[in-house]
């Protein structure tokens, strides 16, 4: 019976990390001091909290990386199979390879103009 | 609790009706055998790749700097990693009272781990003439490997993230930010700009991409054809590595550590471990896809097989890989580190539009039937029309930057008048 080597791979870099962290664990010298535990500012006492609210734009980057990336897994399927070279059957077959070049020219129109609009709204403007 | 578990086991039983009742630990170990030693032999190289990594740069850091570098561990300072190691396990393993325990330790463990599965996938060697106990790829065979390559490093950037908020640390809560919006940022013209090679080659399957070039030639690696998208894959490899010019996750001078500056003993080593496999992976991928992986005409040919070809092949690729990583090492000092607003503007106003050009370009070239080698003259085109640009607007930001100034300066004066 032979597991799937990806799952074999996943358990041992499980096991790696996780005896590397045990073993740094047990083995270091530990010595609690109530300046140890602060948070580390420089040598300054701390001044409020680390969670604050942080700048709107870091949201908007991630909605575009989100439009961005999945446009991108819909390419894939087709970058692999729209020109394959001769003699494998399993693409885009060739009377249909115009009607997908244009679907795929409206496509990446219709990102470009997405593109365009987040640009003059000034997302990718930092400050 | 206790009626629960005959029921488990009366499943577990059905499960596996067919599995004779003699399936030992011994046969279970012997049937996974090819795969723990590739596994045992990738972990390996790679660990001792990584310390003896970081003994070069810093001696490459010493000798542009003037200095002299690691010297006092063993000759020529050639142990230090050793050393290194030892005391990561053997010093202090702090963890502050303020941090959110679970996720502060969870952390590391995600980063060392998501970087280092993204090697499965990569054939880090001769895959069609390996020995037969022994493959040179942990993974065999997939037929998504850069899919798979590219899904697994955006999952790295929860642990920056997690590491950030877990610390309760304002340096460390600013650097993930920074981090998270880089990683994803970059992430776009990664994976745009293999779409080419994709399409060229219409796989992608690492292995397949590499047997592509190798049996085409010298002449088929796809830098020739794609030279821009390899300067793009490049630029975007290494901002998702966080390593200088855009370390910006961990500027010294502003963040301190950046998101792990509470981290300190092996689990700041894992985050360095993470750090140091991505650099190696990125240079394989980048190798494997745009310079032809183990080929060189003369050298390493396909076709060839035995034990003398197969270590040949397995040198070109692993000097090839070095050969990046000596850049990378190399850009390190020679660039200064990007302004975050410059970094951001370089991935989304100059990156993705010329690698989305660069996709229209090859699918046009395609579909049409022309020589591959207009994607040569495309290419060259776009970038020095984007170098034309971007000096123009400079020019722009200059000329309105100093009539600021002036008018700034004359202000009081023109006032006065």
Redesign the interface.
């Known amino acids: 019976m032979e597991i799937p080597p990806l799952l074999v791979y996943v358990g041992a870099l499980i096991g790696f990390v996780v005896t590397n962290m045990i073993l740094t664990h047990v083995i270091g010298p530990r010595k609690k001091t109530a300046v140890k535990d602060m948070p580390y500012e420089s040598g300054m006492d701390p001044v409020g909290d680390a969670r604050q609210p942080f700048d709107v734009k870091f949201y908007l980057v991630a909605i575009l990386f989100l439009v961005f990336d999945v446009e991108l897994l819909f390419l894939y399927p087709w970058a692999v199979s729209a020109y394959l070279p001769e003699g494998q059957a399993s693409g885009i077959p060739a009377e249909l390879r115009g009607t997908v070049f244009g679907v795929m020219l409206v496509f990446m129109a219709t990102l470009v103009i997405a593109y365009a609009y987040a640009w003059k709204k000034g997302v990718f403007k930092w400050r | 609790m206790s009626s629960m578990i005959p029921t488990l086991m009366t499943l577990a039983a059905d499960a596996v009706p067919a599995?004779p009742a003699a399936?030992s630990v011994v046969d279970?170990v012997k049937?996974?055998l090819p795969?723990?030693i590739?596994?045992g032999a990738a972990?390996g190289a790679v660990l001792g790749a990584v310390s003896y990594l970081i003994y070069v740069e810093r001696k490459l850091a010493a000798f542009m700097q003037d200095r002299i570098g690691p010297n006092r561990v063993g000759p020529w300072g050639l142990l230090q990693p050793i050393a290194d190691g030892a005391k990561?396990?053997?010093?202090?393993?702090?963890i502050?009272?303020?941090v959110d325990r679970a996720l502060f330790?969870l952390a590391?463990?995600i980063a060392?781990?998501t970087t280092?599965?993204a090697f499965?996938v990569v054939p880090f060697g001769p895959v069609d003439n390996a020995p037969s106990f022994h493959r040179f790829v942990?993974?065999?065979n997939v037929d998504i490997g850069i899919?798979f390559i590219f899904a697994i490093g955006s999952l790295a950037v929860y642990g920056i993230i997690l590491g950030g908020?877990a610390?309760?640390?304002?340096?460390?809560?600013l650097g993930s930010?920074r981090a998270?919006?880089q990683v994803?940022?970059y992430?776009?013209p990664l994976?745009?700009s293999v779409?080419g090679i994709?399409?060229?080659?219409?796989?992608?399957n690492l292995e397949k991409i590499l047997m592509n070039q190798a049996i085409g030639g010298i002449g088929s690696w796809y830098f020739w054809t794609q030279p821009l998208a390899c300067l793009i894959f490049f630029v975007a490899a290494l901002a998702e590595s966080n390593r200088l010019p855009f370390d910006l996750v961990e500027c010294e001078q502003e963040l301190?550590g950046g998101f792990h500056?509470?981290y300190s003993?092996?689990?700041f080593?894992?985050f360095f471990l993470a750090e140091y496999t991505h650099v190696i992976t990125i240079s394989f991928l980048t190798v494997i896809l745009f310079f032809g992986g183990w080929h060189f005409p003369g050298i390493a040919e396909p076709g060839t097989a035995g034990f003398g070809p197969m270590l040949l092949k397995l040198g070109v690729l692993m000097s090839k890989v070095f050969a990046v990583i000596i850049v990378i090492m190399l850009l390190r000092w020679t660039i200064p580190r990007f302004r975050?607003?410059q970094l951001?503007?370089l991935a989304?106003?100059v990156l993705?539009?010329l690698s989305?050009a660069n996709?229209?370009a090859v699918?046009t070239v395609?579909?049409f039937g022309w020589s591959t080698w207009w994607l040569t003259l495309t290419s060259v085109g776009l970038f020095m029309a984007a170098g034309f640009i971007g000096v123009q607007q400079a020019q722009v930001a200059l000329n309105q930057g100093t009539r600021r100034a002036k008018s700034k300066d004359h202000g009081p004066v023109a006032h006065a008048h």
């Open positions: 599995a399936v279970l049937a996974q795969t723990l590739t596994i972990l990561f396990i053997l010093k202090e393993d702090v502050p009272a303020y330790l590391p463990c060392a781990l280092m599965l499965a942990i993974v065999p899919v908020w610390s309760n640390n304002k340096y460390s809560a930010l998270s919006a994803i940022s992430e776009i994976g745009m779409l994709a399409l060229l080659g219409g796989t992608l301190v500056t509470e003993s092996m689990k080593a894992l975050f607003d951001m503007g989304w106003k993705i539009p989305m996709v229209v699918m395609l579909q």
